[in-house]
């Protein structure tokens, strides 16, 4: 099973049924989304969950809201996943049908039950809008990752929840990826998959 989780806060309603709805939409079936809002319960994703009348899909919140972008959320929510995989899909980003089922099959493919097993996917996406400045103009090269076509995303990477729960997650720099992506590079190999297959909207 891939676990999906969906930090969000504050967002309309189209926002939040695009990416439920491409979530829906995936050719791979074997997966769970937790739709989770950082810092308090929210009427409007929990309606949306319960319209769509899939099991799979599931709503969540924490009381612990931090202003962290939703690192401390994500760690929070990895703890409640059942997935072996996991992908970590903005609510605002769009996902084409076959992002699971190429990312997964690459990964599993690659596994050959040594220590050097690929722990990650990463594939490309397009980033629509403006970076933040401090990332500097893409591509910016994180440390043992490689920036395929723009930065690094959340949404551009499955991984192993072994991987996951296996380093360091105290929050020491700005964003999210900047701490949890970069240990991943360093301590594990991955494999690309040379599509695009989200979009940073």
């Known amino acids: ?25 995936q050719t791979y079936k074997d997966w769970e989304q937790i739709i989770c809002s950082d810092g308090f319960s929210e009427a409007l994703p929990s309606f949306i969950v319960e319209s769509r009348k899939d099991p799979r899909l599931k709503y969540s919140f ?10 401390s959320l994500r760690r929070e929510m990895l703890d409640k996943a059942s997935g072996e995989l996991i992908v970590f899909w903005d609510d605002d980003n769009y996902y084409c049908p076959t992002y699971l089922e190429k990312m997964v099959n690459k990964l ?8 050097s097993s690929p722990m990650f996917a990463i594939c490309q996406i397009i980033h629509f809008g403006p970076l933040p ?3 500097g103009t893409p591509p910016k090269t994180l440390t043992g990752v490689p920036p395929i076509l723009y930065n690094v995303d959340s949404s551009q990477l499955l ?7 296996s380093i360091n997650w105290n929050r020491n720099t700005g964003y999210f990826f900047e701490s949890v992506y970069e240990q991943l590079g360093n301590k594990y190999s991955y494999v690309v998959v040379d599509e ?3 979009l940073h909207l």
């Open 108 to 115: 599993e493919n690659s596994q050959n039950n040594n220590p």
């Open 62 to 71: 924490s009381t612990n809201h931090k202003e962290d972008h939703a690192f």
């Open 1 to 25: 099973m891939v676990s999906i989780i969906t930090p969000t806060r504050s967002r309309p309603s189209h926002i939040i049924e695009r990416c439920v709805d491409s979530v829906i939409d």
């Open 133 to 135: 400045i401090k990332w």
């Open 159 to 165: 991984i192993y929840k072994k991987a996951l729960l």
């Open 196 to 198: 695009i297959l989200a």
